[in-house]
């Protein structure tokens, strides 16, 4: 047993949740390599630029026959199906079936939101990575990550923001741990700040515009360890967090 394409890339977060949308859709998918829905995810997955590089894939990379298999990973470790057993499961795929296992709305609107944001990420930048650490944690830097990043590069947004707090507040604190890049590196530092969007892009309608209310100042580290894993730390939080170990 085991997967029978070793040579294949593991399953990455955002393939196995397109994988269990079509588990609860569709059971009649599993383990089912001509099912039309299946054919249908393996071109889906076949097109989206969530592993690096398409060169030297091989020609068994996410085929019928693997998303079939994938499906019926689902079944063996789902406890509501008829006859579970024999599982080659991975850590990940119970992961994410226990994260959406129970919320199914939660699971298409990520899924969904899978399918859309992958127009928008450019094929280089998987390669690229955009200076997203893939080996930290649980942040591997998928396709939502990628575009929710990318947004929060949106210099003119940036600017607004920064602009905006400048005049009301003077200074450009991290709102989680108050650091302030002027004051601790004094000319080199001066209205820097880092900008973290508050919504996930999973979560906002398409087409919906960003509010300067959904953006924070953050400091580069903060910032880091709210992306670090999921869900993302919401910035109150961190900020009691970091309280809470200065006062014990
Ligand atoms: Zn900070
Ligand atoms: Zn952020």
């Known amino acids: 047993m085991g997967d029978p394409l070793p040579r294949n890339p593991a399953w990455k977060r955002e393939e196995l949740i397109l994988a269990l949308e079509l588990y609860f859709n569709a059971p009649g998918a599993v383990g089912n390599n001509v099912h039309p829905d299946v054919i249908t995810l393996s071109d889906t997955l076949n097109s989206l630029p969530i592993h690096p590089t398409v060169e030297g894939r091989a020609t068994t990379f996410r085929n019928p026959n693997g998303v079939g298999l994938k499906l019926a990973n689902f079944r063996a470790i789902d406890p509501k199906a008829a006859g579970a057993g024999m599982s080659s499961a991975s850590k990940l795929d119970k992961m994410v079936f226990e994260e959406f296992s129970d919320d199914l709305s939660r699971l298409r609107k990520t899924a969904k939101s899978i399918r859309e944001l992958s127009v928008e990420v450019p094929r280089r930048a998987a390669e690229e990575a955009l200076d997203i650490d893939e080996q930290d944690g649980q942040n591997e830097g998928g396709i939502i990550e990628r575009v929710h990043r990318t947004r929060e590069r949106n210099s003119k947004l940036i600017k607004q ?5 400048l005049k009301r507040t003077g200074t450009l604190l991290c709102e989680v ?8 590196y ?15 892009v999973s979560e906002m309608t398409k087409g919906e515009k960003t509010r300067l209310d959904d953006l924070a100042i953050v400091c580069s580290n903060c910032h880091r360890m709210i992306h670090r894993y999921r869900p993302w730390k919401a910035i109150s939080e961190l900020r009691a967090l970091i309280l809470e170990r200065k006062t014990s």
């Open 177 to 184: 741990c108050d650091f302030d890049f002027h004051a601790v």
């Open 161 to 165: 923001k920064k602009q905006a707090v």
């Open 186 to 200: 004094g000319d080199i530092g001066k209205e820097f700040a880092e900008c973290h969007h508050k919504k996930p």
